[in-house]
């Protein structure tokens, strides 16, 4: 079953979906939280914060700034892992892929991928967060070279825009705002809705 929120244009469309790989609606919300360019207190702030709750999160990093002040070290990496956490692509150098050519965006996102690969997190190595939000046809074809799943710019917890191809992408929503995000998670569980959660920098509470 395929559901479309909030479509707009011709009074009929026609859709070819020959690789559907969206899991059906379940019983409950799914939602991903995720913390983007590999900051340091995605360890010291935000995860001890989840630990309470019982929630793993993922850290999406750019691996040239790995081991750089302030930023995750592949020490702190291994350790998120052991802990249930997810280690997946921002590319290396968190390459504004807009103004980027095709080749500096496939090296860029292969290399970070290769990095994670090296590291030991193959398993989550095909999951890409697109650096700066830039997305486009161009950029998902070559994605598609190195990546399964790629998440974009959102929209909300629902009418995400879902590109049924390779590589198949979906919506991040930007978290950094407490009102929208909680507003996001509220529309997702009354609906039972997935959705991405993306953090930058955690402030610590205290």
């Not at 350790?79 to 965006?105: D, E, P, R």
Request: proline letters at 4%; charged letters at 20%; zero cysteines.
């Amino acid at each position: 079953k395929v559901e479309i929120f909030n479509y707009h244009g011709a009074t009929s469309r026609e859709f070819h979906l020959d690789d559907l790989r969206i899991l059906p609606k379940g019983p409950r919300a799914v939602i991903m939280v995720s913390f983007d360019d590999g900051h340091r207190d995605a360890l010291t702030v935000a995860k001890p914060i989840l630990d309470r709750y019982g929630i793993s999160g993922t850290v999406f990093v750019n691996a040239r700034s790995i081991n750089t002040p302030n930023k995750l070290t592949t020490a702190d990496l291994h350790s998120l892992s052991t802990s249930g956490w997810a280690i997946a692509n921002h590319g290396y150098a968190h390459l504004n892929y807009s103004n980027a050519t095709s080749a500096q965006q496939e090296s860029d996102a292969q290399i970070g991928k290769q990095f994670l690969v090296d590291e030991g997190f193959g398993s989550q190595a095909g999951l890409f967060r697109m650096p700066f939000s830039s997305e486009g046809n161009e950029t998902r074809n070559i994605l598609s070279h190195s990546q399964y799943l790629v998440l974009t710019s959102g929209r909300g917890a629902i009418g995400n825009p879902v590109f049924l191809h390779d590589p198949l992408s979906a919506a991040a929503n930007n978290g950094d705002n407490y009102t929208e995000a909680l507003g996001l998670v509220r529309v997702a569980l009354e609906n039972q809705r997935a959705l991405v959660l993306t953090f930058h920098k955690v402030t610590d509470p205290a």
